[in-house]
């Protein structure tokens, strides 16, 4: 059977903190972070490994800082 | 292979499936945290980006909060004053039919001191694309009560809810543009979800479609938040516009081409 196995990167350092892609991600892997970055903001991080790489968070997020990777596997 | 990828094996350049397309310049946003105007520019860039259109594609920016679009979309831009972005897309795309040209204004900028140009741009079927931003509020200047704002919905010029007894009925002029015999496709999207985020992109490729074939002037409202404006986080704007915003200003095509024969 196909699996699909994604990766998200943050690039935190323009994260806002918005908490958008939170939501909008169907596998919850995405958690905001106790620490801020450099303006201040909570950012965003991925969290777990059920990562499918759909992209939803991507799109989603007003700032565009957020980049996918996703690979097939066969279970 | 197996299923025991780690992070590194994934994140490699062949496994890319999203990121910010380079036709948004790489710099900061201007805009607060989950303000719709950032997605709706990058929305646009993919489109150029697709198009393959970078070099022949003027974009007409606004007075408000998008006033700096220019500063963030690597392709030639106008600044124009107040409400007269589609005076100045009119004289572009007349001056250049071989290039995609598009407007980008807010609520006040489109409803408000420019509604003359919006209308007149409309009903003489301008083939250019208006991309409006409709957030119910002067977003820049602290949130004033615009043309669009809800009856009963509060802004700082406003502070107990709009009396439409006192000020006036909101205007949908989306849907006045829409009776007008210039346009040719006019459509409701919003940003707040990624399903809606790919339905506004689809409805922006069509737009830029229809325009660049001079089939006429092509009308893109995307309700947004102000979450500074309304006051609120992000998600409870996005969650405040779906129960205030929607139910008055629909989400869906409002005039669909009747030559193409389709429906979404
Ligand atoms: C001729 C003129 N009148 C008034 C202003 C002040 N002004 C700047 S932005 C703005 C309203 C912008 O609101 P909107 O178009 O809804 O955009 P947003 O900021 O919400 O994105 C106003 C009235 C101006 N810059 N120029
Ligand atoms: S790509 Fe999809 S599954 Fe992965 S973090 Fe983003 S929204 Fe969640
Ligand atoms: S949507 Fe973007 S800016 Fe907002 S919290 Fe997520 S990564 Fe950060
Ligand atoms: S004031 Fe409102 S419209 Fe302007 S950037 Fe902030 S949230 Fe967006």
């Not at chain 2, 007075?63 to 124009?80: K, N, P, R, T, W």
């Not at chain 2, 009119?90 to 598009?102: E, G, L, Q």
């Not at chain 2, 129960?243 to 008055?248: E, G, I, L, R, V």
Request: glycine content about 8%.
């Amino acid at each position: 059977m196909a699996k699909l196995k994604g990766a998200i990167v943050i690039d935190i350092e323009r994260c806002k903190g918005c908490e958008v892609c939170v939501g909008a991600c169907p596998e919850s892997v995405i958690t905001m972070a106790k620490g801020v970055n450099g303006k201040g903001y909570h950012f965003a991080e991925p969290t777990g490994d059920n990562c499918t790489g759909c992209t939803n968070c991507a799109v989603v997020c007003p700032d565009g800082v957020i980049t996918v990777y996703r690979v097939k596997v066969t279970v | 292979m197996s299923e025991t990828l780690t992070r590194d094996q994934i994140i490699k350049p062949e496994n890319l499936v999203y990121r910010r397309t380079p036709l948004m310049v790489d710099r900061p946003l201007s805009y607060c945290p989950g303000c719709g105007h950032g997605t709706v520019h990058r929305l646009i860039m993919e489109i150029i980006e697709e198009l393959d259109a970078q070099a022949r594609t003027v974009g007409v920016a606004p007075v408000g909060c998008s006033v700096l679009a220019y500063e963030f979309l690597d392709i030639d831009m106008q600044q124009a004053a107040h409400g007269r972005a589609p005076a100045l897309a009119t004289a572009i795309s007349r001056m250049n039919p071989d290039k995609y040209v598009f407007t980008y204004q807010g609520d006040g900028d489109l409803a408000a001191i420019g509604t003359a140009e919006t209308i007149h741009a409309c009903n003489r079927a301008e083939n250019f694309v208006i991309v409006f931003i409709n957030n119910g509020i002067y977003g820049m200047t602290g949130g004033q009560m615009a043309p669009t704002t809800l009856p009963g919905m509060k802004a700082s010029t406003c502070p107990y809810g709009r009396d439409t007894a006192i000020m006036g009925n909101p205007l949908k002029i989306t849907e006045l543009v829409a009776q007008l015999p210039g346009t040719y496709f006019v459509t409701r999207q919003s940003v707040h979800t990624p399903a809606n985020v790919r339905k506004t992109k689809k409805a922006l490729r069509k737009a830029f479609d229809y325009s660049f074939a001079k089939k006429g002037l092509c009308f893109v409202e995307v309700v947004s938040n102000c979450n500074s404006g309304w006051k609120m986080t992000p998600v409870q704007a996005n969650q405040w516009m779906v129960d205030n915003m929607f139910p008055f200003y629909p989400l869906g095509d409002i005039k669909v081409p009747q030559d193409a024969g389709e429906k979404e």
